[in-house]
């Protein structure tokens, strides 16, 4: 089902996904459908929850480049930037779908910040304090999040996401790193 609901949304943005759709797409029945996922939002945002996990994944087989944690921190966003660059219609649809005031999608997106926070904790580890570490977590976060919700509804170009995440790493990681837009 959510790979049917990925396939749609890279198709044809959030309005493509339509439940009745997934349904067909995923061969099982519109209440089955209903059953694991209480709205098209929520099925959407447990997409991303999927697409950051790859993500993940695609950091654990190609390490990060980078000695000091700037660095690093900016390939990872580079990756994450590319990954979403590469499917416009579907990446809006899922950060359209993570706006939503679901009860079901904030569990999700518990869940995405949990991923990616832990992944950046651990770059920032033995460079940083612990609190500083979690400062600097939320505040990537909130950029990323906020230049998404910008890009996603016409008002900022896709590359400006990278380059708003680059000056948040340089303004916030004092390791020395070169951090070059």
Request: glycine residues 8%.
């Amino acid at each position: 089902m959510i790979g049917a609901a990925i396939r749609l949304g890279a198709a044809g943005g959030y309005e493509a996904v339509q439940m009745r759709d997934v349904a067909r797409d995923a061969d099982v029945a519109l209440a089955t459908v209903y059953h694991y996922f209480t709205s098209k939002d929520h099925l959407l945002a447990e997409a991303m929850v999927v697409r950051t996990a790859s993500l993940s994944d695609r950091v654990d087989r190609r390490p990060l480049e980078g000695t000091a944690p700037s660095q690093r921190l900016c390939d990872y966003y580079d990756r994450a930037c590319r990954a979403l660059e590469a499917e416009p219609e579907l990446t809006a649809a899922l950060v359209t779908a993570l706006v939503s005031n679901d009860p079901a999608v904030a569990r999700s997106v518990t869940t995405v910040t949990a991923r990616v926070g832990s992944e950046v904790s651990e770059v920032l580890q033995g460079h940083y304090e612990p609190g500083v570490c979690d400062a600097i977590v939320g505040v990537l976060g909130h950029v990323w999040f906020s230049t998404l919700i910008s890009w996603a509804s016409g008002r900022r170009e896709i590359g400006d996401v990278g380059l708003e995440l680059r000056r948040a790493i340089a303004v916030l990681c004092t390791d020395g790193g070169v951090v070059s837009s």
